[in-house]
């Protein structure tokens, strides 16, 4: 069933402002996405241990209890999601974090105050696609 949301493939969102991640999460449903949404790091590690890997995660790299880098270190380091693409959202772009989640494994970022067709673009090219069958 097409609106069976355990039957479509899944995004995850680590983002602490509530205004982006919802934002995010309309954008995402749009487009048929399931989205599971973690407030900050805690909370991201918790979902990680819980549910399948995602086709994508997008990551604030600021959060209150960690920090992006941290996170992906911990998603590439947990068994099963080594291969899930993760893409960072930052207010900073040329902040040394931004510089280090690139070298630690994100496959991009987004510049804050996100742009709806920008995001769907990223997240249409990055997201790994469900396996079939």
């Known amino acids: 069933m097409a609106d069976d ?10 983002e602490d402002d509530d205004d982006m991640a919802q934002l995010m999460r309309r954008i995402l449903e749009q487009d ?15 979902l990680i241990g819980r549910i399948a890997p995602p086709a994508l995660v ?8 960690s ?6 270190l911990h998603v590439k380091d947990t068994p099963g999601w080594e ?8 207010a900073k ?5 931004v510089n ?13 105050p996100i742009k709806p067709d920008e995001y769907r673009d990223y997240v249409r090219r990055y997201a790994r696609k469900p396996a079939t069958g």
């Not at 949301?5 to 680590?14: D, G, R, T």
């Open 32 to 46: 048929g996405w399931a989205v599971h949404r973690a407030a900050d790091g805690k909370e991201a590690k918790e």
């Open 83 to 90: 291969q899930v693409p993760i893409i960072m959202v930052t």
């Open 93 to 97: 772009p040329k902040d040394d974090d």
């Open 5 to 14: 949301p355990v039957n479509k493939p899944a995004i995850m969102i680590v």
């Open 100 to 112: 280090w989640a690139i070298k630690s494994g994100a496959k991009a970022y987004l510049l804050k």
């Open 67 to 72: 920090t992006g880098v941290e996170l992906i």
């Open 58 to 65: 997008t990551l604030d790299i600021f959060l209150p209890d």
